[in-house]
């Protein structure tokens, strides 16, 4: 499997992250989400 880390594309095995990274030890991360209501995105228009 490929993954995606710091600009590159790496096989699995070769990626590494370190334990004092922020994302390991507080749980940061960053998510995109948008809403839909009965089958429509909502506010897609705005978007």
Do not use: H
């Amino acid at each position: 499997m490929w993954v995606y880390l710091n600009g590159k594309f790496l096989l699995q095995e070769e990626a590494k992250i370190s334990p004092l990274d922020r994302s390991v030890t507080f749980g940061d991360g960053v998510y995109e989400v948008i809403p839909s209501y009965g089958g429509e995105l909502f506010l897609l228009k705005n978007i």
